[in-house]
T-cell receptor
Framework: KQEVTQIPAALSVPEGENLVLNCSFTDSAIYNLQWFRQDPGKGLTSLLL?????REQTSGRLNASLDKSSGRSTLYIAASQPGDSATYLCAVNYGQNFVFGPGTRLSVLP | DVKVTQSSRYLVKRTGEKVFLECVQD?????MFWYRQDPGLGLRLIYFSYDVKMKEKGDIPEGYSVSREKKERFSLILESASTNQTSMYLCASSLGLPPTEAFFGQGTRLTVV
């Protein structure tokens, strides 16, 4: 069964810290992996998409890496801000649809 | 920018009612998806569609049906709403097969009383 896990489940950091969120998947035969942000009670906002042939993608203060062989992706957030507080989800595309991780709830304290 | 619009942010319905949740996307995407999201269970796929009039069951299709008569619109139907269908419902769309980047709507919080 294709499963996606995320560690940690929750994280609280002071403003300005750099942080790493982790996503692991059991089946490495992926097409792509996508990171999302979700604010409470809202839909998902796409942050970064990494194709299976890529090693990393960057957007502003965000950098996502992908290691298909080990079944891992990380989302690096530089110089965190209170506005980054949200739940971050990764989703793995196995060809038909997306399998989602449970998310990491991030709190950035002023 | 891709826009996925769900018809309602909040809905309250009575047990036994027939409920329609509507989703419209404006980027000519072939693929559309319906998920429900519950605390501790994450996002679970209900149904998806690769083309007009095409539909595929996801992981939890029981109690739901879908309709895709036009490419831009994907409807989720609760034939007879029950309290265990109280949830956040999320619609998404994407291009191509296999699907590329997914874009989500703002979500519909459905409460069945």
């Amino acid at each position: 069964k294709q499963e996606v896990t995320q560690i940690p489940a929750a994280l609280s950091v002071p403003e300005g810290e750099n942080l790493v969120l982790n996503c692991s998947f059991t089946d490495s035969a992926i097409y792509n992996l996508q990171w999302f942000r979700q604010d409470p009670g809202k839909g998902l906002t796409s942050l970064l998409l990494i194709q299976s042939s890529q090693r990393e993608q960057t957007s502003g203060r965000l950098n996502a890496s992908l290691d298909k062989s080990s079944g891992r992706s990380t989302l690096y957030i530089a110089a965190s801000q209170p506005g980054d507080s949200a739940t971050y989800l990764c989703a793995v595309n196995y060809g038909q649809n997306f399998v989602f991780g449970p998310g990491t709830r991030l709190s950035v304290l002023p | 920018d891709v826009k996925v619009t769900q018809s309602s942010r909040y809905l309250v319905k009575r047990t036994g009612e027939k409920v329609f949740l509507e989703c419209v996307q404006d980027m000519d995407h072939e693929n559309m998806f319906w998920y429900r999201q519950d605390p501790g269970l994450g996002l679970r796929l209900i149904y998806f569609s690769y083309d007009v009039k095409m539909k595929e069951k996801g992981d939890i299709p029981e109690g739901y049906s879908v309709s895709r008569e036009k490419k831009e619109r994907f409807s989720l139907i609760l034939e007879s709403a029950s309290t265990n269908q109280t949830s956040m419902y999320l619609c998404a769309s994407s291009l191509g097969l296999p699907p590329t980047e997914a874009f989500f709507g703002q979500g519909t919080r459905l409460t069945v009383v």
